[in-house]
């Protein structure tokens, strides 16, 4: 029976959690259609451009993504720092919703009563918890990319085929695996050759090899959202220069060390390159004493591996 997601996202138990959207069907609703030919891919720059929004409005920073034609990954780390003030908070809200009228007032400055100051207050302490919370996050993402890819279609109906899965991701080794298995997955279905050639991805952000057009077709910003000031722009959450014993704020690896292990993992089972296990494993491996083979298994069927782990919520 399906779990509500309160009782699957536990920021104590670990920040980092893998999510899963897959279009209705599993139709190819942001790739090619093949029965009339149309092509949907601009709307994969949608999603791309509404998750690095999304990231700068809440407090929850991105790890890694791939926007594939019919679905999408995304690896998210839950609960940054969130010690903004009442003001900063409105201001970030009302990037998404226009707000109800007492906030208005607040914000032109308007003389409140004791009574209606209190109702702002309490209005500003829930969107501050929704400011943390993955749901909302998902909800902000999936629900304005379904209406506009509908507004084009001229039709109604479901864009995604359920709520979002997601995955706790308990362990270093689990967030790393399940990073390289998002990064590759370009790779793994065929429509890329190496990971700074994967449109759409982290890896390819990173790197900076994008080849496609630098801004969307269409915003991501949807319709009825009318940002009230320009916010700072988020990069993706970056990796530590070196592992440490105390709590790091960023990715807890290298990235010159997760890059080569991307690259290494890219060359194994490859037809046009060596098939061969390297003597030298990646220090990533090696520091981590992960053994080789289970490392391939991980990093190429990560969702069946770690399937039982997988949710849906209600």
């Given at each position: 029976?399906?779990?509500?997601?309160?009782?699957?996202?536990?920021v104590?138990?670990?920040?980092y959690?893998?999510?899963?959207?897959?279009?209705?069907?599993?139709?190819f609703?942001?790739?090619?259609?093949?029965?009339?030919?149309?092509?949907?891919?601009?709307?994969?720059?949608?999603?791309?451009?509404?998750?690095?929004?999304?990231?700068?409005?809440?407090?929850?920073?991105?790890?890694?993504?791939?926007?594939?034609s019919?679905h999408?990954?995304?690896?998210?780390?839950?609960?940054?720092s969130?010690?903004?003030?009442?003001?900063e908070?409105?201001?970030?809200?009302?990037h998404?919703?226009?707000?109800?009228?007492?906030?208005?007032?607040?914000?032109?400055?308007?003389?409140?009563?004791?009574?209606?100051?209190?109702?702002?207050?309490?209005?500003?302490?829930?969107?501050?918890?929704?400011?943390?919370?993955?749901?909302?996050?998902?909800?902000?993402?999936?629900e304005?990319?379904?209406?506009?890819?509908?507004?084009?279609?001229?039709?109604?109906?479901?864009?995604?085929?359920?709520?979002?899965?997601?995955?706790?991701?308990?362990?270093?080794?689990?967030?790393?695996?399940?990073?390289?298995?998002?990064?590759?997955?370009?790779?793994?279905?065929?429509?890329?050759?190496?990971?700074?050639?994967?449109?759409?991805?982290?890896?390819?952000?990173?790197?900076?090899?994008?080849?496609?057009?630098?801004?969307?077709?269409?915003?991501?910003?949807?319709?009825?959202?009318?940002?009230?000031?320009?916010?700072?722009?988020?990069?993706?959450?970056?990796?530590?220069?070196?592992?440490?014993?105390?709590?790091?704020?960023?990715?807890?690896?290298?990235?010159?060390?997760?890059?080569?292990?991307?690259?290494?993992?890219?060359?194994?089972?490859?037809?046009d390159?060596?098939?061969?296990?390297?003597?030298?494993l990646?220090?990533?491996?090696?520091?981590?004493?992960?053994?080789?083979?289970?490392?391939?298994?991980n990093?190429?069927r990560?969702?069946?591996?770690?399937?039982?782990?997988f949710?849906?919520a209600?």
């Amino acid at each position: 029976m399906p779990r509500p997601r309160k009782a699957l996202v536990c920021v104590s138990d670990t920040p980092y959690y893998h999510c899963v959207s897959r279009c209705v069907r599993r139709t190819f609703l942001c790739g090619r259609d093949v029965q009339t030919g149309q092509c949907f891919e601009h709307r994969r720059s949608w999603i791309v451009e509404r998750i690095h929004l999304l990231a700068s409005v809440f407090a929850i920073d991105v790890c890694a993504y791939a926007v594939m034609s019919n679905h999408y990954h995304l690896v998210v780390k839950v609960g940054s720092s969130c010690n903004w003030t009442d003001d900063e908070i409105i201001q970030r809200w009302l990037h998404l919703y226009k707000g109800p009228l007492l906030v208005q007032r607040y914000r032109n400055a308007e003389e409140l009563s004791p009574a209606a100051q209190s109702t702002v207050t309490d209005i500003v302490a829930v969107w501050r918890a929704r400011l943390q919370d993955l749901s909302w996050f998902m909800k902000c993402l999936n629900e304005p990319i379904a209406r506009m890819a509908n507004r084009e279609d001229q039709c109604t109906g479901h864009f995604w085929e359920a709520r979002f899965k997601s995955q706790a991701l308990r362990s270093e080794q689990a967030l790393l695996a399940c990073m390289a298995y998002v990064d590759l997955n370009p790779l793994r279905a065929g429509i890329a050759q190496s990971p700074e050639t994967s449109d759409y991805t982290s890896i390819q952000e990173r790197l900076g090899t994008s080849s496609r057009s630098a801004r969307p077709t269409k915003p991501a910003i949807a319709p009825h959202e009318k940002p009230v000031t320009a916010l700072e722009a988020k990069p993706l959450l970056h990796f530590e220069t070196a592992t440490v014993a105390e709590r790091q704020s960023g990715i807890p690896f290298p990235f010159k060390d997760y890059l080569a292990l991307v690259d290494w993992t890219a060359r194994q089972g490859r037809s046009d390159k060596s098939g061969a296990i390297a003597g030298d494993l990646p220090p990533l491996l090696s520091r981590m004493d992960i053994p080789i083979d289970q490392w391939l298994l991980n990093s190429r069927r990560f969702e069946a591996v770690f399937h039982r782990q997988f949710r849906l919520a209600a």
